[in-house]
């Protein structure tokens, strides 16, 4: 069992940056690869980013490739996603997710948490 527990998040202006945390409880956080997922209002939930276990692999989609990096700190139990260049469209609730090994759809993850809303003014 992983509980994860985002924050970081808040009301910036376009062009601005911030960088979420995805704290996450216990022994076996290393084993898990993790996930960023956003949804806002109206619309779908979307990949973001991920990251594996070890945080040698990462992935983006193309919207954030560029400006939004994953790490993870196996010691802390905390991944990150540090958000550069912040644009309107990128408002949303971001969520962190986990599951074994990295994927690109939500439904294939295990534990979630939840969830940190991002405000980007234009």
């Known amino acids: 069992q992983v509980q994860l527990v985002e924050s970081g998040g808040g009301l910036v202006q376009a062009g601005g940056s911030l960088r979420l945390s995805c704290a996450a409880s216990?022994?076996?956080?290393?084993?898990?690869?993790m996930g960023w997922f956003r949804q806002a209002p109206g619309k779908e939930r979307e990949f973001v980013a991920a990251?594996?276990?070890?945080?040698?692999?990462?992935t983006y989609a193309d919207s954030v490739k560029g400006r939004f990096t994953v790490s993870r700190d196996n010691a802390k139990n905390t991944v990150y996603l540090e958000m550069n260049s912040l644009k309107a469209e990128d408002t949303a609730v971001y969520s962190c997710?986990?599951?074994?090994?990295?994927?690109?759809?939500?439904?294939?993850?295990?534990?979630w948490g939840q969830g940190t809303q991002v405000t980007v003014s234009s």
């Open positions: 990251i594996s276990w070890s945080g040698g692999t990462t």
């Open positions: 997710a986990a599951r074994r090994f990295m994927a690109r759809l939500a439904s294939e993850y295990d534990y």
């Open positions: 216990g022994r076996t956080f290393s084993s898990y690869a």
